[in-house]
DNA sequence: TAGGTCATGAGGCACGTACCTCATGGCGGG
DNA sequence: CCCGCCATGAGGTACGTGCCTCATGACCTA
């Protein structure tokens, strides 16, 4: 059993009692410092494990005197949902700083794999204990991840997972529900069916890639009468995405239902307002940004699909923290939830 | 300016210094000890606003040597969101403690105004720091939340709020944004218009009353064509809205929509599928729980409106931590949002 | 067997705050 | 004038962990 009971929580010293060692061993087992025997720290982890011992991450943060340092990666340009993380980081800031936290952001070429890899490449472990990052799958950038978390440093996914490497955590919704959500919205809007036109920013992401496959099997399970158009690569930049719209819209004067699962979608919304049928086509998008929010107003988008970008920062904070300090483990963190916005419930 | 720069956060021995005075002397102003005359607190105000100072969280519950005592009560009976409010806590039983907070969890009977004033009565600041409670707006329960204020215990409310009362913060939703959302895709549901019956749980609720002043005003404003019916009240019981489900159904053989914006679902759900118009008809209901899971599943339900009963747990804890620290000011949380489910974003 | 490497122990200081005791000086009342 | 109350200062210890130095003994190798 455990005898010191339910007074308190157990600390290195009960360790170091519990595990027949001394202090500074429990100390380098914990901090993975070199000079312990491998029979040795097995003793030490055993007797964590049986006291249930958990370091007390207050005193650690207060006892290091230094912060912990995090670097978050994001996309730079006109994609107006990057924008909106890099604003959520930056409201973070402050508030982090009290927990011992510093955070630093950088802001790279969207969907350019060798930027953001040499981003990756600069960091230094003395600068940096914890990346996050939104990529793409590149060979470049999956060897930058693995690079870096040789050198040290904690590497976690944002909005856009990559699975194969040796990043940490990923923190973002399901995208694959996300697109099976949009189906069934899209399919109860148009009891009647009718062409439903699909434009993703890159299906090289993998977060637009699995959207178009939840969307295409929940279409195609429960909605047969409705048929798909596209997917037409808009690159999540507003001009494209205008003109694939526009072009879109002139072809197919029947059109019904319009899902725009990447972004751009300032382009998208100019498109319907400057035809005559914005409010006539269902419209699903993706996150709530500022063109979004006015598309829903104005009635030229009748849904969108949202992750949080305050939550999920919120998210990759609290994962840093533990991840940072806990060492092996896997951070344990709230799922990002879909949040599904109409006019009415705009936040 | 600021003399320390920006290499090293400001500590209390930089207010000492600042405000001229003894660190004894801070450190009486900091915790409200007595000793101190107003002129010498006002000038350790002035230096702590001046040089920016933050009290080290950590530092500080390290040095306190106990744990932050939080206690939550929680409405009991067949109400199953108050069940996932109170495994929402369980869960985070654990983690909170390792980050010095420790949290207690009380059920009381359900809309029992007197049953919650005694539980407040008898909270002893000597145990609980911070109050997080679920109340209706009751003379009664008024009184004990200002009353255990007086006692130095931090009182929040949590899903419905109690304004007028000495209560520091509230979490949960915008109830009325949640009911002119239900309305929203009711309308949108039934093009056509058609009757449409509402169902609460007490009037009393201001949770309730809240959802269903905005149902009535959007439906009122934008769809004209449904005709509503009601409201009824179910006092959030399974078997009492069972049964005024089934007259509903009895008594309209044209209901085309049906919202409960308060609880008692799994009778919802069972007098529907009991009928043979499960599916035929909207429904849409309030947060996500076993039977309104089933419902959704099963199609008796179409949307569920949800506030993430984890997301409100981790405010909560957020928000008392923030508080019982801090002092007097405002805790900062993230809000509540509302939540929308279909059968395919189910989490 | 001497010198070297390595695992481990012992102990101390630091982090920023809370809280304690004791000393000191001012000031008013009897 | 002296006693006592009060505001304040000075300084200490403690919280649990990180990190440092130094000592000690075991073991290996030349």
Redesign the interface.
């Given at each position: 059993m455990n005898e010191i009971g339910l007074r308190r929580?157990a600390t290195v010293h009960d360790v170091a009692r519990a595990a027949g060692v001394s202090l500074a061993t429990v100390d380098r087992v914990l901090n993975g410092r070199p000079g312990v025997r491998a029979a040795t720290a097995e003793k030490v982890e055993a007797a964590i494990a049986e006291i249930g011992f958990?370091r007390?991450?207050?005193?650690s943060?207060?006892a290091r005197a230094r912060d912990l340092k995090l670097t978050f990666i994001i996309p730079d340009g006109s994609n107006e949902f990057m924008a909106s993380l890099a604003d959520a980081v930056a409201r973070r800031v402050g508030?982090a700083?009290?927990?011992?936290m510093h955070i630093e952001t950088h802001r790279i070429k969207a969907l350019d794999a060798h930027a953001l890899a040499r981003s990756l490449d600069a960091l230094d472990i003395r600068h940096c204990d914890c990346a996050v990052i939104v990529a793409g799958e590149e060979p470049s950038v999956q060897a930058a991840v693995d690079s870096a978390t040789r050198r040290g440093i904690v590497v976690m996914t944002l909005v856009s997972d990559l699975p194969g490497t040796q990043r940490r955590h990923f923190i973002g919704i399901d995208n694959e529900?996300?697109g099976?959500?949009a189906?069934?919205?899209m399919g109860?809007?148009l009891p009647q069916g009718g062409k439903v036109a699909v434009i993703a920013g890159s299906l090289h992401l993998r977060d637009h890639s699995d959207r178009l496959a939840g969307f295409r099997a929940?279409l195609g399970a429960e909605f047969p009468a409705i048929e798909l158009i596209g997917p037409v690569e808009g690159h999540d930049e507003r001009s494209e995405t205008h003109s694939i719209v526009a072009d879109l819209l002139e072809r197919h004067g029947d059109l019904a239902g319009l899902y725009n699962l990447g972004a751009g979608n300032a382009g998208l919304v100019a498109a319907l307002e400057a035809s005559n049928r914005s409010g006539a086509i269902r419209v699903i998008a993706h996150e709530l940004t500022e063109p979004t929010r006015r598309g829903l107003r104005s009635g030229a988008i009748?849904v969108v699909l949202d992750q949080?970008p305050?939550?999920e920062i919120?998210e990759a904070i609290a994962a840093a923290r533990s991840l940072a300090l806990g060492g092996s483990g896997k951070a344990?963190t709230?799922?990002i939830?879909?949040?599904?916005?109409?006019?009415?419930?705009l936040?």
């Open positions: 929580r958990q007390d991450l207050s005193a943060l207060l508030p700083l009290a927990d011992r529900a996300a099976r959500t189906a069934s919205l109860r809007f929940a009748d949080n305050d939550g919120r344990a709230d799922p939830e879909i949040g599904i916005f109409l006019r009415d419930n936040r």
